[in-house]
């Protein structure tokens, strides 16, 4: 390159000396002719003498470019031939053209020139390459490698083509001790025994020692296969800390610690049940600890009997197909109750809301929420936007009378306050809530529910009552009113819409009903709720009955004791025929489990699930974005057919029928 640019340079110097030159001889010639001639024969010489001096170096340039060219290309040759990593020649079409000594080694196969790369290396997606895209690390028998490609042009003219360059980079020694890293990074679990107290109670005094000894034998045991360190802090709770290598063994074995502690038979009248939350990918222990006691309260959440573990802000379920064991004692309700009544008092009004398209048990729940605020002298109001025909019976006794303030949403967000709070019922996902925009960072909420914890859930709540076990959330509001005072003060129609709630969650009181459930059905009884009106609350006219016929007429036995039913035709207030549906197809013999669905005017279709509690339709409707609990739940799909919709539904129950065996 210097040689280059001082040969340049010389070029442009003696151009310049002869312009200089010629103009002294022009000067000359002003002055004296004769010397004006001398000089220009001079002059004419020089010229001559540069072009013949310019042309043989221009010559020997020439040559000593071609030899070094030629000197390059060989060198190019022998680099290439001789080049240390594997290369792989390989056109457009995926074909190989050709390849080093080196690639030989890698792949033992003979002859693979014409072959295709893709069926030689299994994991090279040609057209990802020729777009630049990386592959990652590619596994070739025992060896890793990374691999790098170029695109070279091949030819000149009409037969010029492209190829691929494949430099194939070992990597076997990082990514064995990428995946030793990996193996060797700390997880925390956390571990409750869900009902300790309840299983001890109903235990005889001289058994319970051999009940926790078992508890305790089995948690050990389970910790020492991991080689993990353990500890116990508290009657029912264990922390426990092991490698992550041990994960997939226990993710495979979908945590079998959960059927070993239920297996426990040592007297106890009651099985025992366990609460695991995992943390995994911490940046420290500090938030490995805080990540399982996240997934601990999501397990928790759902009703206990399950492993929860959380991975990178992402949740995966093992377990909690067992029915929520009921919690006899009501001091939580207490507990609750008394946490609620001076943050009422605190607050300048209250804003309660259920779920979209609310049912009977969440607008019952939000009548006793409204009367223990009232109860308390400050303001309620309701957050109701539209009055579907599920509620509408019920709805038309309070709308006529003034007390009760139903407002919409754009109301609520006029009212909201620093001061307020807002109430939320039968639902703790921020996306099904009436008015989400009403669930700001600095927003005081409290949320009761009776459903099955998600994985979206309202943060930063000042008060949470989230308990599956309980029938309905308006058993929880129940019992909640019982101890807000020192006496129970609710006026009829109130413990009516209660005890409506109440009968729509329960089935009248077929289905998921426990001791606390005909306490509060009792409890609201005595305070004036007649079950011949609550009865009246349910009538459908004659266009629902024959809808909801005609959804049962449409049901197909799947396998599993499953029915499903698809409706294509419109149908008034879907939503609500569907559920109906499905609750009547569990009527038939022979049927455990149910699901139907429809498509609504949005475009939306929408699927109800119940059982009969031997399947949990909440675990097979989650796969598809659904949620609820243990026997009765739903989802919503967008942007497909319902043939598309079916086969996905389908799809997920084999799945979980799979899992179970």
């Not at 060989?74 to 690639?103: C, E, M, Q």
């Not at 893709?118 to 990802?128: L, Q, R």
């Amino acid at each position: 390159m210097g040689n280059n640019s001082k040969h340049i340079g010389l070029k442009a110097n003696s151009g310049l000396y002869l312009f200089i030159i010629g103009i002294f001889i022009m000067i000359c010639f002003y002055y004296n002719v004769g010397v004006g001639i001398i000089g220009t024969i001079l002059f004419v010489y020089l010229i001559f003498h540069n072009w013949r001096t310019n042309r043989a170096r221009d010559k020997r340039w020439k040559k000593y470019i071609e030899e070094l060219s030629s000197n390059i290309d060989s060198a190019a040759r022998y680099a290439i031939l001789n080049l240390p990593l594997p290369l792989t020649l390989v056109d457009f079409d995926g074909k190989i053209t050709w390849y080093n000594s080196k690639f030989s080694e890698i792949v033992p196969e003979s002859d693979l020139i014409g072959n295709e790369i893709e069926e030689v290396v299994s994991d090279i997606d040609v057209d990802k390459l020729i777009n630049g895209e990386d592959l990652g690390e590619i596994k070739i028998g025992d060896r890793v490698y990374n691999l790098l490609s170029s695109i070279a042009e091949m030819g000149e003219g009409k037969e010029s083509r492209y190829i691929l360059m494949l430099y194939w980079i070992d990597v076997t020694s990082y990514a064995h001790l990428k995946e030793l890293y990996k193996d060797e990074i700390t997880n925390v679990a956390i571990i409750q025994v869900d009902n300790y107290d309840d299983v001890m109670s109903e235990t005889k005094e001289d058994k319970r020692p051999f009940v926790a000894s078992e508890i305790e034998s089995k948690i050990n045991l389970w910790a020492s296969r991991m080689n993990g360190i353990i500890k116990k802090y508290s009657t029912d709770k264990y922390l426990v800390v092991f490698k992550q290598r041990y994960l997939d063994n226990l993710e495979a074995k979908r945590f079998s610690i959960l059927d070993d502690v239920r297996e426990i038979d040592e007297g106890n009248k009651i099985p025992v049940t366990l609460s695991i939350g995992v943390g995994v990918s911490g940046k420290n222990l500090s938030q490995l600890e805080e990540h399982a006691y996240t997934a601990l309260e999501l397990a928790l959440g759902r009703g206990g009997d399950q492993a929860v573990v959380r991975k990178q802000g992402n949740f995966e379920f093992y377990g909690g197909k067992t029915k929520a064991v009921e919690k006899r004692n009501r001091v939580k309700a207490r507990l609750i109750a008394h946490g609620l009544r001076p943050i009422i008092d605190e607050s300048s009004k209250v804003i309660i809301m259920g779920h979209k398209t609310p049912d009977m048990d969440a607008y019952g729940a939000a009548i006793g929420v409204y009367r223990a605020v009232i109860n308390r002298g400050k303001e309620a109001y309701i957050v109701l936007n539209q009055v579907n025909r599920s509620i509408k019976n019920i709805h038309d006794i309070f709308s006529d009378k003034e007390e009760y303030h139903f407002i919409s949403s754009q109301e609520a967000l006029n009212l909201l306050e620093e001061d307020a709070l807002v109430v939320v019922v039968d639902t703790h996902r921020p996306s099904f809530t009436e008015c989400p925009e009403l669930l700001r960072d600095d927003t005081r909420v409290v949320v009761i529910d009776h459903h099955r914890m998600g994985t979206e859930f309202i943060e930063n709540t000042v008060l949470k009552y989230l308990e599956p076990y309980a029938s309905s959330t308006s058993e929880l509001v129940t019992e909640i009113l019982q101890y807000m005072a020192s006496k129970m003060t609710i006026e009829k129609i109130e413990a009516e819409a209660l005890l409506a709630g109440i009968s729509v969650d329960t089935k009248n009181f077929t289905f998921k009903t426990g001791v606390r459930t005909f306490e509060a059905a009792s409890l609201l009884r005595r305070h004036g709720a007649d079950t011949t009106v609550v009865r009246q609350l349910f009538q459908d006219d004659l266009e629902m009955f024959i809808s909801k016929s005609n959804i049962v007429s449409n049901a197909k036995n799947i396998g599993n004791s499953v029915a499903l039913s698809v409706t294509y035709e419109k149908v008034p207030n879907l939503q609500l025929a569907l559920a109906q549906g499905a609750d009547e197809l569990l009527n038939i013999r022979g049927i455990t489990t149910s699901f139907t669905m429809g498509m609504g005017d949005d475009g939306v279709i929408y699927i109800s699930a119940r059982s009969l509690g031997d399947v949990n339709v909440q675990l097979i409707v989650e796969k598809i974005g659904g949620g609820g609990h243990i026997t009765m739940a739903g989802a919503q799909l967008k942007d497909m057919t319902l043939d598309e919709a079916s086969g996905i539904l389908i799809k997920v129950i084999d799945e979980y029928f799979e899992e179970g065996d």
